[in-house]
């Protein structure tokens, strides 16, 4: 039976209070252990540098697929995904050097790099913005299991993209762990972020 959104939302709360007050974290394995998620890619930064999955080995990584022009799903989860990962990078700043927020873009016609460092600064100097051209950016999403695609061309708005808005955070080895809910709020971001990286 799936779990109600508010039941969602609640259980990483309650974990997170547990492990504050001391108590063990769970023993359960991570809910995305083992899923086909992730894998290499070559995209480009802000400054057009080469950035390879493999360059992040030895790190956590979060990470979300969206674009520049999202009108109001990705500023959104971006603003919850970063602000969680600050709120937990003050209880852990001995950790947070090993987190890597990354920001993907399936939207390679008008994301170039210099766009996507001006929109990743709006969220934090911790932020990565990845994008590149349309094969690169393909096999990202694919390894991903990421589904987009382009919408119809409006004379006055131009296109949207339609896309899954999922954020991953995956391991030092860059297997996947959990999913973190940036749908729903920064502090279930923390959360998780609390439940799983040491």
Same mark, same amino acid.
């Given at each position: 039976?799936?779990?109600?959104?508010?039941?969602?939302?609640?259980?990483?709360?309650?974990?997170?209070?547990?492990?504050?007050?001391?108590?063990?974290?769970?023993? $359960?394995?991570?809910?995305?252990?083992?899923?086909?998620?992730?894998?290499?890619?070559?995209?480009?930064d802000? $400054?057009?540098q080469?950035?390879? @999955?493999?360059?992040?080995?030895?790190?956590?990584?979060?990470? !979300?697929?969206?674009?520049?022009?999202c009108?109001?799903?990705?500023?959104?989860?971006?603003?919850? +995904? +970063?602000?969680?990962? *600050?709120? @937990?990078?003050?209880?852990?700043?001995? #950790?947070?050097?090993?987190?890597?927020?990354?920001?993907?873009?399936?939207?390679? $016609?008008?994301?170039?790099? $210099?766009?996507?460092?001006? !929109?990743?600064?709006?969220?934090?100097?911790?932020?990565?913005?990845?994008?590149?051209?349309?094969?690169?950016?393909?096999?990202?999403?694919?390894?991903?299991?990421?589904?987009?695609?382009?919408?119809?061309?409006?004379?006055? #708005?131009?296109?949207? +993209?339609?896309?899954?808005n999922?954020?991953?955070?995956?391991?030092r080895?860059?297997?996947?762990?959990?999913?973190?809910?940036?749908?729903?709020?920064?502090?279930?971001?923390?959360?998780?972020l609390?439940?799983?990286? *040491?």
């Amino acid at each position: 039976m799936p779990m109600l959104p508010f039941a969602r939302f609640l259980a990483p709360l309650v974990l997170a209070l547990l492990v504050a007050c001391g108590q063990p974290a769970p023993t $359960e394995p991570p809910p995305l252990e083992g899923a086909a998620i992730g894998g290499p890619f070559e995209l480009v930064d802000g $400054e057009g540098q080469t950035v390879r @999955w493999s360059d992040f080995e030895g790190r956590w990584r979060m990470v !979300y697929f969206g674009y520049t022009w999202c009108p109001d799903v990705c500023p959104f989860d971006l603003n919850r +995904m +970063m602000q969680g990962y *600050r709120a @937990w990078a003050l209880e852990h700043p001995d #950790l947070a050097g090993d987190v890597q927020p990354i920001f993907i873009s399936i939207d390679p $016609e008008r994301d170039t790099p $210099e766009k996507i460092a001006e !929109y990743t600064a709006n969220f934090g100097d911790n932020l990565l913005g990845l994008t590149g051209n349309p094969e690169a950016i393909a096999q990202a999403a694919e390894s991903f299991s990421v589904f987009y695609e382009r919408g119809p061309d409006d004379e006055n #708005l131009g296109y949207l +993209m339609q896309h899954s808005n999922a954020a991953f955070l995956m391991d030092r080895t860059g297997q996947p762990i959990a999913l973190l809910p940036v749908d729903e709020s920064s502090q279930g971001v923390a959360a998780q972020l609390e439940m799983w990286v *040491r």
